[in-house]
């Protein structure tokens, strides 16, 4: 979509605020003065008179890190870009007072180009661009940690790059409310694009959002949020595209809409987690188009202890996409596991191709480093901690096949072999290989396939779907291509119900 087509119509202002326009109060668009302090005097004196609108005519906006206050909206016409300068010295961490503890709290930068803090009632928007200029933003950094001049304690020497906590995010938004952002292009944090933590009745519609300038750059993060409508986006990102956390085990994300969205990343599309401390709530997505997309389309993780429930995904197109459904129920940390239950899952047509989705990306995502043939989708959870009521329905997947034994091979009646990896970092290849090619379910209860069509491009010598650890398992109009082996496997599986024209595809080796 093209966040900046407004046809032929005037474009229509979001606010009937009293109107600031920069340039008269000692801002210059040449792309060269560095406007922080004005800009940021302009934005304390409009908080000070009540609030008003701040107005960005055409130009070029250099500035360091700006702090947004509660009733100042910025308005960026058409052809206006604020710049973010490339000075790792123009940006600070504001100070945040009363943020409640976290094991993950300060994992991550508090620094931005457009921060807030308490900061409530206000809209950033218009037909114009912001842009970090994160690449040029990050080497910097990166050169003084070389120098001695800038040190980054926690420098990654294995990937030679700084620590995301030492680059600033494009917006780092916290303990917000009533912040509507719409209808900009926004492009090139030097970390992260869009962050938002703890806030409630966030808006985000019609942007077109750019974040591929450097590592770690998700295109949307929402922490711990309630009351939340992402809607008409646009988002290309070399990391995680619309991505939910929970860092805080007291909050949770609740009362999420997202819909009618674009995504294209080289990690997952759409993601719930890692950080899953307090957990996701009432989630609704809907009408998304995935493409060229490294990791998974949907990836529901809950690793930390936090609660996930009451999610629905439906309508979802992907093509090019290394990973369809990866729904995970771990404990890397936090004092007992969490809950996964009540997903719902329909009307989702995937294409997985055989080789890297995103090979022709500038920043791809890194490599698995082991031999492997081409990964199933996954439905899991641990010993004792099961992933609860789960329906997939109405869903096409289409794999390419082209399995080998000679690049790795789990026969089905090694499945113990597959690892738990009750504590690893969760991924689609995070147990290696996996003897299906279709679905492989573990540590379940009330799993439901409804109307769920499997093809491959060419022929796999794995089960389509393997079974293990499952209670209430439905199989209703599933489709599966035939073959001279079983196609189903199901190995310590109670209370199944399955189709007729399903028995001779089952083989159960308990």
Not at 48 to 58: D, E, N, R, Y
Not at 391 to 403: H, K, S
Not at 449 to 471: M, N, S
Request: proline share 5%; aromatic share 10%.
């Amino acid at each position: 979509m093209d966040s900046q087509n407004v046809a032929s119509k005037e474009y229509i202002k979001k606010t009937d605020d009293q109107e600031y326009e920069v340039t008269g109060h000692g801002v210059v668009g040449d792309g060269l003065t560095l406007n922080t302090n004005a800009l940021q005097t302009l934005i304390e004196q409009v908080a000070q008179k009540g609030g008003g609108t701040l107005v960005f005519p055409a130009g070029d906006y250099l500035s360091g890190s700006l702090e947004m206050k509660s009733n100042v909206s910025l308005y960026l016409k058409k052809d206006a870009v604020l710049l973010g300068s490339p000075n790792p010295y123009d940006y600070k961490e504001i100070v945040m007072e009363g943020r409640p503890d976290s094991p993950k709290k300060d994992d991550n930068s508090q620094m931005a180009f457009l921060v807030a803090y308490k900061a409530n009632n206000f809209k950033i928007y218009g037909q114009g661009k912001i842009d970090g200029q994160g690449r040029e933003l990050a080497l910097s950094i990166d050169s003084l940690h070389h120098t001695g001049e800038r040190i980054d304690p926690k420098y990654n020497y294995r990937r030679m790059r700084p620590n995301e906590t030492a680059r600033p995010k494009l917006f780092r938004f916290s303990s917000c409310k009533n912040v509507d952002i719409l209808d900009l292009s926004l492009y090139n944090g030097s970390c992260w694009g869009l962050s938002f933590e703890l806030c409630e009745n966030l808006k985000l519609d019609n942007l077109k959002v750019v974040n591929r300038a450097y590592w770690n750059n998700d295109g949307m993060d929402i922490t711990d949020c309630k009351n939340v409508k992402v809607t008409n986006c646009d988002v290309d990102s070399a990391d995680d595209g619309i991505c939910l956390k929970s860092y805080y085990p007291d909050h949770y994300n609740d009362n999420i809409y997202i819909a009618n969205c674009t995504v294209r990343s080289s990690a997952s599309a759409l993601k719930f987690g890692t950080a899953s401390h307090g957990g996701f709530k009432n989630v609704t997505i809907e009408n998304i188009e995935v493409f060229d997309t490294f990791r998974s389309v949907i990836a529901i993780e809950s690793v930390d202890g936090g609660v996930i429930e009451n999610i629905k995904v439906s309508n979802i197109v992907a093509k090019n996409t290394g990973n369809a459904i990866f729904i995970r129920l771990g404990h890397r940390s936090g004092e007992t596991p969490g809950i996964v239950k009540n997903v719902h899952i329909k009307d989702i047509k995937v294409e997985v191709p055989f080789g890297r989705p995103d090979i022709d990306y500038d920043l791809r995502g890194p490599e698995v480093d082991f031999f492997h043939n081409p990964f199933p989708s996954s439905i899991t959870g641990i010993p004792g901690h099961k992933v609860e009521d789960v329906t997939i329905e109405n869903v096409e997947i289409r794999f390419p096949g082209r399995a080998s034994k000679g690049m790795a091979y789990v026969p089905v009646n090694r499945l113990d072999q597959v690892p738990e990896q009750v504590k690893k970092y969760p991924e689609f290849s995070m147990f290696g290989e996996l003897p299906a090619w279709g679905f492989y379910v573990r540590h379940a209860t009330g799993v439901t396939f409804k109307d769920v069509t499997l093809t491959l491009d060419d022929k796999d010598y794995r089960p389509a779907y393997i079974f293990d650890d499952v209670e209430s398992l439905q199989m209703d109009n599933m489709s599966i291509p035939t073959a001279s082996h079983k196609q189903i496997i199901l190995k310590n599986t109670q209370d199944v119900t399955q189709d007729a024209n399903l028995d001779n595809s089952i083989l159960n080796i308990d």
